[in-house]
């Protein structure tokens, strides 16, 4: 075993003897897909109360051996992150914003009672794995390698209480473009019946619960012709939240754009909140508050709401097309991304690979 070091931060190696031919790496990365491939290794950390984070490691990536009676399989103590690598045109690789995710996985932990993940733990640990797997990192387009960062509750004890001992890791899957013929609008199916979080809840946490939560939605949008679901708040069943896992924007005809406040049960986007700062940046107005179903509806019909679209790191920016609930169905715009959409997701896109100045300082580069 070798040792690999970022700044402040150290791991040891053990090199996977069945990695990938480079031949194979590279005919992967042509066409990746998304989560569909995953790289040579994985990094893996341990938390007890006694020795606090230790054991940091970038081992061969392979199955997790828990224990049947480990507590997240039992009470779903865990939380993750999803954040992106990108190769520049020089060939740099850089990170998109990593100490907001680590600030959010921090947030995650307290909510569920984990323990926090120092942020210099966070991005070492992902330079790591990068210095081990960086020949993953695809280049051309709008490919990226997509950085899954997870902690869970892995002690073995059936007891209801937080677990002492707690396992972090980070795995890593080239992603293609994911809008492969073309960004088009996508159908939302108003779920009237579920909720993704309730006040007080996990909401505003990134654990598996909440995807959990909205997986049966998801299935009755599917089974109306819909691509995604959306969900209104759990008290009134009147204000509209987010996506399964997107945050949804508004834009009006005066040209501002309108976003759900943060109420403590929608998760805080990263992505969310860099379109925020683009669109000011771009001359727009934009207003976080309260928007009711009726709003969008009426909006649409009435012309005072163009374009619509949701944001997430996977997809980045999504136009909406359609919204159908039970008994209804409202479709508005031409077929194609609006405008504003397309603009705001161009933007983001082109800071992300390079393509535009990086004013805000967002990019961090993987020495």
């Known amino acids: 075993m070798n040792a690999m070091t970022t700044t402040g931060f150290a791991a040891r190696f053990e090199q996977n003897p069945a990695a990938r031919p480079d031949a194979e790496r590279d005919e992967i990365l042509a066409d990746p897909g998304f989560g569909t491939y995953f790289t040579d290794h994985m990094f893996v950390a341990d938390w007890t109360p006694a020795d606090g984070w230790h054991d940091a490691r970038v081992v061969p990536y392979g199955p997790i051996t828990l224990d049947p009676s480990a507590a997240v399989l039992h009470y779903a103590q865990e939380i993750f992150e999803g954040l992106k690598a990108y190769r520049h045109d020089d060939g740099a690789v850089y990170l998109f914003r990593p100490d907001q995710n680590a ?120 089974a109306q012709g819909c691509d995604q679901v959306v969900f209104l708040d759990s008290t009134e069943q009147t204000y509209i939240e987010e996506l399964g896992g997107m945050n949804l924007f508004f834009v009006r005809a005066d040209g501002s754009i309108v976003t759900p406040e943060l109420s403590g049960s929608i998760l805080e986007g990263i992505t969310r909140d860099s379109i925020l700062t683009i669109a000011r940046d771009l001359g ?28 997430g790191t996977a997809a980045v920016v999504t136009p909406v097309g359609t919204l159908k609930w039970d008994g209804g169905e409202l479709t508005w715009g031409d077929g194609d991304a609006g405008k504003v959409t397309s603009d705001l997701r161009a933007a983001l896109i082109d800071v992300q690979h390079g393509r535009a100045d990086d004013r805000h300082g967002w990019m961090t580069a993987v020495n």
């Not at 992603?175 to 505003?204: C, D, E, N």
């Not at 709003?295 to 679209?309: K, L, M």
């Open 103 to 222: 600030a959010r996985l921090q947030r995650s932990a307290r909510r569920l009672a984990l323990p926090e993940l120092p942020t210099e733990w966070f991005t070492g640990a992902i330079k790591a794995l990068l210095q081990a797997d960086g020949g993953w990192v695809p280049s051309g387009g709008e490919k990226s390698l997509y950085l899954r960062p997870f902690m869970y509750a892995s002690e073995s004890f059936l007891g209801v209480r937080p677990a002492q001992r707690v396992t972090f890791s980070v795995i890593a899957s080239p992603a293609g473009a994911y809008f492969k013929g073309g960004v088009k609008p996508v159908s939302i199916w108003l779920s009237t019946q579920y909720s993704r979080a309730g006040a007080g809840g996990t909401g505003a946490a990134k654990c598996g619960g909440n995807y959990a939560a909205s997986l049966l939605p998801q299935q009755e949008g599917i």
């Open 284 to 311: 727009h107005d934009v207003v976080e508050r309260r928007v009711s179903i009726d709003e969008w509806r009426d909006g649409v019909a009435d012309g005072s709401i163009t374009e619509v679209f949701a944001c």
